[in-house]
């Protein structure tokens, strides 16, 4: 009887757990210190792990710093791709919508080559976001 309970409690959470999962995570680049100049983005990424579907939000005074999204070259050497517009509203949010390696930097001034450039590695989707099957309900027994 109360492994049959453990047993429903456990299919419960097994059918929840990915739904939450699948929402995605938010992170803000460079938490309180936000997109800026004198922050080591590189420590902040490192030891995060980052999958299809989680959001970066970058947070800025609009008009101080921008955000683009680059190449391994255009991180390296602090160039602004001439295509591309600028992320500029100061509460950019972008959804790592593709595993594999991103580049971002600020090409306000000489702020990239300061160090405001942010790399990472985003991991596929951790948990299949299909639906989960219901849990079967608990039949009492020997009623
Ligand atoms: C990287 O981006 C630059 C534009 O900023 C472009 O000229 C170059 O061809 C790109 N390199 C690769 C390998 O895609
Ligand atoms: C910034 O963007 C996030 C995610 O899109 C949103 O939840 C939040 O309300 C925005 N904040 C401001 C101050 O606009
Ligand atoms: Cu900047």
């Known amino acids: 009887m109360a492994s049959h309970l453990v047993f429903f ?3 419960l959470i097994a059918a929840i757990v990915p739904a939450i999962r699948a929402t995605g995570k938010e ?3 460079g938490d309180e210190a936000g997109w800026g100049l004198g922050f080591d983005y590189q420590a902040w990424a490192y030891g995060k792990k980052f ?3 989680d959001k970066l939000v970058f947070q800025y005074y ?12 255009g991180f390296q050497n ?7 517009e600028a992320l500029t509203t100061g509460n950019d949010t972008i959804v790592l919508a593709t595993p594999g390696r991103k580049w971002y930097i600020c090409s306000v001034g ?3 080559k300061k160090g ?10 951790a948990v299949k976001s299909t639906p989960a099957p219901y849990a079967t309900p608990y039949t009492p027994q020997g009623v």
């Open 9 to 11: 409690v456990f299919m």
């Open 110 to 112: 000489q702020h990239c």
């Open 51 to 53: 999958h299809v579907g």
């Open 62 to 73: 609009p008009g101080a710093h921008n955000v683009f999204k680059v190449n391994e070259t």
């Open 78 to 84: 602090c160039i602004r791709p001439p295509a591309t």
């Open 27 to 29: 992170f803000i680049v």
């Open 116 to 125: 405001m450039k942010l790399f990472l590695t985003v991991l596929p989707q």
